[in-house]
């Protein structure tokens, strides 16, 4: 069996340390959920992971991440109904894991 190249992670999938992480880390909690990651995708993936570099945190909420986006790539990516094409369930949640962020704070 191959070796995984999922650094450790805490009970909800989101990993322990953030500078652990890689594309083929994405790639590989993508895959556990059922996504093949797109040019789309890392888009936001990178987005966030700058967010995380310049704020210190990931998006506190789902509300404040589709804000985060908005502001940054304007209305098309930025509204909740893209980014739940993207990331089913809870974007931010969903979106943070993949790319290797703590568990935003307001997310159930």
Same mark, same amino acid.
């Given at each position: 069996?191959?070796?995984?190249?999922? =650094?450790?992670? *805490?009970?909800?999938?989101?990993?322990?340390?953030?500078? &652990?992480?890689?594309? $083929?880390?994405?790639?590989? /909690?993508?895959?556990?959920?059922?996504?093949?990651?797109?040019?789309?995708?890392?888009?936001?993936?990178?987005?966030?992971?700058?967010?995380?570099?310049?704020?210190?945190?990931? =998006?506190?909420? *789902?509300?404040?991440?589709?804000?985060?986006?908005?502001? &940054?790539?304007?209305? $098309?990516?930025?509204?909740? /109904?893209?980014?739940?094409?993207?990331?089913?369930?809870?974007?931010?949640?969903?979106?943070?894991?993949?790319?290797?962020?703590?568990?935003?704070?307001?997310?159930?």
């Amino acid at each position: 069996m191959a070796k995984s190249v999922t =650094p450790e992670r *805490n009970n909800e999938g989101f990993l322990e340390d953030a500078s &652990a992480w890689s594309r $083929e880390t994405a790639e590989a /909690i993508a895959n556990e959920d059922g996504l093949n990651l797109n040019e789309n995708h890392w888009e936001i993936i990178m987005f966030l992971r700058e967010f995380y570099k310049e704020h210190e945190m990931s =998006p506190p909420s *789902n509300r404040l991440f589709v804000k985060a986006v908005k502001d &940054a790539m304007g209305e $098309e990516k930025g509204n909740s /109904i893209y980014l739940m094409q993207l990331f089913p369930g809870t974007p931010a949640k969903t979106a943070c894991r993949i790319a290797g962020l703590p568990r935003p704070t307001n997310c159930l």
